[in-house]
């Protein structure tokens, strides 16, 4: 079984600072990695997934990740935020083998970010 | 090419009424899921169809029950609604059996029951 948690529920941070979601994550197995974002009143979109190869991962909006496997970590990052950033992210970790695949998503990080 | 289609958006039951939501995969896509979004509880997943056949199943009563037709729209159905079920239900598609590429979400169905 997998467990996925994110270490902040929210965090506020002023548009054009940078920003770090943390993802901690166990797993008895191999896994993908995944981070999505959900803005208000819609579903979750994909921004970016970390499967294999280069351990930094850039995804859509700016956004960017790497995957440390010795921590068991895949941290969300951006150099600069704008408002419309403002939104739920989710990480989420599928097994690579050992049945389910079905992903397990952490509790959210809250992101705030004020003019 | 179109997303993923929740129907409705909006659903107001009362406790011990029945409900059924619909979900439209991507054009495409053989792998639905659906999940249960609460702020208490966060995402669970409820169950995963793939083919017409469900090979997944979370931790959900009876009450929840689903299926999927061979043009791969999917239906979750509800019945016997408590308090509890009030809640965005989220459909999710994928492309691949293993959801190698990542899933990708409707908006929604929030359910609300009174």
């Known amino acids: 079984a997998q467990s996925v948690t994110q270490l902040d529920s929210q965090v506020p941070v002023f548009e054009e600072a940078p920003v770090e979601l943390r993802c901690n994550y166990s797993?008895?197995?191999?896994?993908?990695l995944f981070w999505y974002v959900q803005y208000p009143n819609q579903g979750l979109q994909l921004l970016l997934k970390y499967l294999s190869g280069s351990t930094l991962v850039k995804g859509i909006n700016g956004f960017e990740a790497e995957f440390n496997k010795s921590q068991t970590s895949f941290h969300l990052r951006k150099p600069s935020v704008h408002i419309s950033d403002t939104a739920e992210y989710f990480c989420?970790?599928?097994?690579?083998?050992?049945?389910?695949?079905?992903?397990?998503f952490g509790r959210g990080t809250s992101l705030i970010v004020h003019p | 090419k179109a997303g993923v289609t929740q129907t409705p958006r909006y659903l107001i039951k009362t406790r011990g009424q029945q409900v059924t939501l619909s979900c439209s995969p991507i054009s495409g896509h053989r792998s639905v899921s659906w999940y249960q979004q609460t702020p208490g509880q966060g995402l669970q997943f409820l169950f995963e169809y793939f083919s017409e056949t469900q090979r997944n199943k979370g931790n959900f009563p009876g009450r929840f029950s689903g299926r999927q037709f061979s043009n791969s729209r999917s239906e979750m159905n509800v019945s016997t609604l408590e308090l509890g079920d009030s809640a965005l239900y989220l459909c999710?598609?994928?492309?691949?059996?293993?959801?190698?590429?990542?899933?990708?979400f409707g908006s929604g169905t929030r359910l609300t029951v009174v």
């Open positions: 999710a598609s994928s492309l691949d059996a293993q959801g190698y590429y990542g899933y990708t």
């Open positions: 797993s008895s197995v191999s896994v993908y």
């Open positions: 989420a970790v599928s097994p690579v083998s050992g049945g389910s695949y079905i992903p397990t």
